[in-house]
């Protein structure tokens, strides 16, 4: 569940991103897991999803390698876009700014820290990455 005040809107990296809508201090918690938001879910429950909604889950998805689960955003979270030098991390809990994020400016995350998974589970690079 976003924690921070952050919207869906335009991108110069793709289509729409998560803008914030305050300024956010480096340490912010910008988004953490909530059960009444969020959806976690096993290898197998997204396997076993239509086509198209198994890649709706695994283009927003948070992969927890040692639990070997998916964190889904219920929220606008799902609009996070990668870039390479992000301003926003995944950390233990969350998503915390990693630096300050002016209001107005995008909040990204690198897609490689958050592991993209296809199925048969194999790592694949996300395209737009």
């Known amino acids: 569940m976003l924690v921070a005040a952050a919207s869906p809107g335009p991108s110069s990296i793709h289509g729409n991103g998560l803008i914030a809508r ?3 201090a480096a340490g912010t918690m910008i988004w953490r897991f909530v059960p ?3 959806r976690e ?3 197998g429950e997204v396997a076993g999803l239509p086509e198209a909604e198994r890649r709706e889950v695994l283009g927003c998805a948070h992969y927890q390698v040692n639990a070997r689960r998916f964190l889904v955003p219920g ?3 799902r609009f996070l876009n990668h870039d390479g030098s992000p301003n926003a991390v995944r950390t233990f809990g969350g998503i915390t700014a990693r630096r300050d994020i002016q209001s107005g ?3 990204t995350v690198d897609y490689r ?3 993209v998974l296809t199925f048969p589970a194999t790592l694949q690079a996300c395209s737009r990455c």
Do not use: G, T, Y
Request: net charge negative; aromatic share 6%; glycine share 0%.
């Open 22 to 24: 305050e300024f956010l």
């Open 36 to 38: 009444d938001v969020d």
């Open 75 to 77: 929220d606008a979270a």
């Open 41 to 43: 879910m096993s290898e």
């Open 113 to 115: 820290r958050l592991v």
């Open 105 to 107: 400016e995008e909040i």
